[in-house]
């Protein structure tokens, strides 16, 4: 039996009436999947199934007891989704599948990289780490919680890619080992240009300049005529 136990209730009515009296009264609506039975609507607590999954190391890939719905009761189950309210975050609908925990399954694991790359620590690079998660196939008891990737060997210009992890025994990748995980490259420069503007306005100004009579000037002859 897992640690980690989920109540949830049998729900016979649907709709978005029905879900929003839940809503009122604490719980919310969700869906029992299983590979050999039909889906099956059920209730549970959302504040129980956040509380769960961020306490627990493994997140979304937390192996849950399911306790309550009749028939339900004991299953192991994984949290396939959660939508949630745009503003609050709150869960507003759950869906959770059954798993058999001898039968390997594909899931999805963080990957976090530790340490210091040595082209930034040295030489002022930046670590821009392109992979955030990836794809396993392993039985469940064996999901890793997560997979640490040391960046200090990473020197300017170097990358690390998915192949280069160590996996567990037993675990399948399923990622294309060919993809970056991280990487180290200097910032690039910015030049500082001479904006366009400035040649223009001194052409400007010495036309302008051209144009206007000198100050001081002696009026021409014949504006001297007018003046008589």
Known sequence: MS????????????????????????????????????????TL?????????????AGMNTLIDVK??????????????????????????????????????HVSVPLHLTGTSTGVKLDGGILDQTLREIELNCLPRAIPEE?????????????????????????????????SIANVALPKQVEEEVPEAVEGEVEGEAEAGEAAAPEGATPAEGDDKKGD
């Open 68 to 105: 309550g719905g009749d028939k339900l009761d004991g299953k192991v189950v994984l949290v396939k989704d959660i939508q949630r309210d745009p503003l609050k975050g709150v869960p507003l609908h759950a869906d959770l599948y059954a798993i058999d925990v001898n039968k390997a399954i």
């Open 147 to 179: 997979l640490t990737v040391d960046v200090t060997p990473l020197a300017v210009g170097d990358s690390l890619h998915v192949r280069d992890i160590a996996l567990p025994e037993g675990v399948e990748l399923l990622t294309d080992g060919d993809l």
């Open 3 to 42: 640690e980690h136990q989920l109540a949830i209730e049998l729900r016979n009515d649907k709709g978005k009436g029905v879900a929003r009296k839940l809503r009122a009264a604490g719980r919310i609506p969700g869906v029992f999947y299983s590979p050999a039975e039909e889906a099956t609507p059920i």
């Open 45 to 57: 607590d959302p504040k129980a199934l956040d509380r769960l999954i961020r306490t627990s190391a």
